[in-house]
């Protein structure tokens, strides 16, 4: 008898923003057959590959078992990992990790529908191994690039440059990018891909302007390059960066107060008393802790990453 072997899905790159806008799933058929979540930009996803910054962790399992629940943060938004007793390599590595740190994961795609035509997607961890900060960049530049390629194909459908999956593979759209593009294309209809286009530049401007790696090897390796981060030419928006850097001077000068974390409040007054509206001060908060830069160890309290 010849045995099948069972080819290994590969882990696709997605930023959290587009895993979060994830509505369309598509159910194996039989005990082994695979399960795939599709992205508005047409990532059809079994396993993924993040680098991110664990900023949350908590056991919130019962009766003596453990079901560990994380949030990992990368610079558009923040994952959800869901470890227990069938993940135990995976659920130690939470057990142990310190937080906040870098951290890379590999895990599987899972869903949840709380009611018909809303659903929430998670990670099933596989492995969780700390990395640096460098590690972490790296990512980003990869990922970027991979966003870039579904982006431009579902710019082609959109465009009425192609209609289907045979066609974009005509066109030099990698076949496994093709079939997935089409799918949400048929699935999601009018895509904003700006919204997806300005959240990776954003991540760009972030590793140009130092922020998001360390300030000497941002010096020495210049701005990235890539087909994508060659788009990457705007700066951020002058206003928001200055708020951001007066939150993270305000939270520093807490810290010294306070180790155990800088009151949320006071970080707002601080800011509001420079003439800042309330609403910008927690929106550039959140942005914050999108990008981990800071995290919220426990209710009310900041820390920086």
Do not use: C
Not at 12 to 35: C, Q, W, Y
């Amino acid at each position: 008898m010849t045995q099948q072997l069972v080819q290994r899905e590969v882990a696709h790159r997605v930023f959290a923003i587009e895993m979060n806008d994830t509505t369309h799933e598509l159910k194996g058929e039989g005990e082994m057959a695979p399960s795939y979540v599709v992205t508005p930009l047409g990532a059809k996803v079994n396993r993924v590959f993040i680098v991110g910054v664990i900023t949350e962790r908590e056991n919130i399992g019962q009766d003596g078992n453990d079901l560990w629940r994380a949030r990992v943060s990368d610079p558009t938004g923040v994952f959800t990992l869901y470890a227990g007793q069938f993940q135990p390599e995976a659920a130690q590595a939470l057990a142990e990790l310190e937080v906040p740190s870098f951290v890379a994961v590999v895990g599987k795609a899972r869903t949840y529908e709380p009611e018909p035509g809303s659903l929430f997607v998670s990670i099933r961890p596989e492995s969780i191994t700390p990395v640096d900060e460098t590690t972490r960049d790296e990512w980003i530049l990869a990922t970027a690039d991979h966003t870039h390629t579904r982006i431009d194909a579902v710019a082609r459908i959109l465009r009425g440059e192609a209609s289907d999956a045979e066609e974009l593979a005509r066109k030099g759209v990698p076949a496994r990018v093709a079939e997935g593009v089409a799918i949400a294309t048929d699935h999601y209809g009018a895509i904003d891909l700006k919204r997806y286009h300005d959240a990776v530049l954003g991540t760009l401007d972030l590793l140009r302007s130092g922020e998001s790696m360390p300030v000497h090897e941002a010096t020495a390796q210049g701005t990235p390059t890539g087909s994508f981060q060659k788009e990457a030419t705007g700066g951020a928006d002058p206003e928001q960066e200055a708020l951001e850097k007066m939150l993270l001077a305000a939270i520093e000068t807490l810290l010294d107060q306070d180790e155990s974390g800088a009151p949320w409040d006071e970080v707002v007054d601080a800011a509001t008393q420079q003439g800042r509206s309330e609403e910008e001060v927690e929106e550039a908060l959140n942005g914050l802790m999108d990008k981990g830069l800071i995290y919220e160890p426990v209710l009310g309290k900041l820390k920086m990453t």
